[in-house]
């Protein structure tokens, strides 16, 4: 039987969407602390973002949230569609998740042009005909007139 996996867990008809979820600290043998949270973009099972802007938008957090939160490791993106896991050193508050979140769309809303999507080419992408930067900046819009909750229960808004 395999490993219990927490999302698998999670009632995804109870949270309110977007949000920011910590979802666990795994400690490592060196004593090094590993936080995994539910970037949630969209509401689980009303919507899912289409896959090129999706990826797109993955692409651009790679660097955005990188520059925003201190030990980033990865952002990577729900099979649902829905959002994504990210995945830093140490320990972060869910309001500060969410704000640096909450900047990276404004950045790729109001300043990202056309042509400055990082690797998107057919040597540093393994999909590289699968973006839209129109889409992923529509997505952004809807997500942030939403507003991005630092909690997945209850909206608080950041």
Not at 15 to 31: D, M, Q
Not at 91 to 116: F, M, P, Q, W
Request: with cysteine.
């Amino acid at each position: 039987m395999p490993a219990t996996v927490e999302s698998f867990q999670l009632d995804h008809t109870k949270v309110k969407a977007p949000y920011v979820r910590f979802i666990t600290v795994e400690e490592g043998p060196a004593g090094d602390k590993i936080s995994n949270y539910d970037i949630r973009l969209v509401q689980p099972n009303t919507n899912a973002i289409p896959t090129a802007g999706l990826h797109t938008i993955e692409h651009l957090l790679a660097g955005l949230l990188r520059e925003r939160i201190p030990g980033y490791i990865d952002c990577s993106p729900f099979g649902c569609r829905t959002g994504f896991h990210l995945l830093t050193w140490g320990e972060h508050t869910t309001r500060d998740i969410a704000v640096a979140l909450k900047e990276s769309l404004e950045i790729i809303v109001n300043d990202v042009k056309e042509g400055e999507v990082p690797a998107t080419d057919i040597y540093s992408c393994g999909n590289y005909r699968d973006h839209s930067l129109f889409s992923a900046k529509e997505w952004c819009k809807q997500i942030l007139a939403e507003g991005i909750s630092e909690d997945a229960w209850e909206r608080k808004v950041v």
